[in-house]
């Protein structure tokens, strides 16, 4: 059984939940839409896309030798990555995936951005806006790259009192988890208020409970996922890791103080060795199917988890619905249509 198969039946029958009659014909062999994973990997800087109404894998070598953050844009039928390495450290989008058909194929870079990456964690879009984060520093940056048809020009450079790893964008505000803490920041209008080079605080900045230390997060029809990796080595590392489900984000958010703390009793945590999480490096949440997918990046090596019904389950040590190997996975990121 081929590694796309594992993540196709535990997703399966999450998307089935949602199936419109159109998916199939009479004779079931039909199916409409579009519902594709895409994940990087630190190992080789491939990214493998599942297919996850049709059960297909394509894995697409790149001109990375490490990959970490991921977007597709359907505009152009692109995916683009943040590429790491002594090399390799731009923006890199790769044109009309879609159109390949073949399970493995070597791409050749459409459209690069200027080297000045130095350590990107994750990468996140608003409109022409590209953000990556990068904790090359004690201090955290974020490179912010203007798309202007086929070329990324890098606009400002943001750096900030702490460091950085997942960001995410909710409306115009930037989201990001503050490195070896259990803190969560957000950047109010982030791209229009931070247009030159600067060091700036956060708008805002809270510790979320229970959480010992944070790296991806993702946001979908109001509810919020953070993961936390715990103990990075050492012990009990590969089954130490858990994630944070916060549904209606927004109004606990407003509702705690800058500097103040969002209660456990305002969140679900799962936790514990049956879910095998140890280093879940990034996450990705399909509130349609209120599915959550973890990028894990220590058990076994690395897998991708898929977990169903997690806003409205107790949490706690729940084993996923399908575990499927990844080496090196690093970065996750969910289209569909």
């Known amino acids: 059984m081929n590694i796309s198969k594992f993540i196709y039946v535990g997703a399966i029958g999450l998307l089935a939940l949602t199936s419109c009659d159109d998916d199939t014909d009479d004779a079931g062999n039909e199916i409409n839409g579009t519902a594709d994973l895409y994940a990087t990997s630190h190992t080789d800087g491939s990214v493998t896309k599942y297919d996850l109404l049709r059960g297909e894998i394509t894995t697409y070598g790149t001109a990375s030798a ?8 359907p505009d152009d039928d692109s995916f683009t990555i943040a590429a790491r390495g002594a090399t390799q450290t731009s923006l890199q989008s790769y044109l009309s995936v879609s159109d390949i058909i073949e399970a493995t194929i070597s791409l050749d870079v459409d459209i690069m951005g200027p080297t000045v990456l130095q350590s990107p964690r994750d990468l996140a879009v608003n409109g022409n806006i590209y953000v990556v984060s990068d904790n090359a520093n004690a201090n955290g940056r974020f490179f912010v790259f203007e798309k202007d048809g086929d070329s990324f020009t890098l606009r400002n450079t943001v750096t900030v009192d702490f460091a950085v790893w997942g960001i995410e964008f909710v409306g115009n505000d930037l989201y990001a988890v503050v490195d070896s803490s259990s803190d969560l920041a957000v950047f109010t209008n982030f791209a229009s208020t931070n247009t030159t080079d600067a060091t700036v605080a956060a708008s805002k900045r809270i510790t979320v409970e229970g959480i010992v230390r944070t790296h991806g997060l993702d946001y979908d029809g109001g509810t919020m996922i953070m993961t936390d990796i715990a103990a990075a080595s050492g012990g009990d590392f590969a089954v130490d890791g858990a994630f944070h489900v ?52 220590a058990n076994g090596g690395g897998q991708i988890l898929t977990y169903g019904n997690v806003s409205s389950s107790a949490g706690g040590n729940v084993a996923p619905n399908s575990a499927t190997a990844l080496s090196g996975v690093s970065s996750l990121y969910l289209y569909k249509d």
């Open 246 to 297: 916060i549904t209606n984000f927004d109004s606990k958010f407003d509702a705690v103080d800058n500097g103040g703390t969002l209660a456990i009793t305002d969140q679900v945590r799962y936790e514990g060795d049956a879910t095998l999480m140890g280093n879940p490096v990034n996450v990705v949440y399909d509130a349609e199917t209120d599915a959550v997918y973890v990028a894990e990046l």
């Open 66 to 73: 490490d990959a970490e953050g991921i977007y597709y844009s």
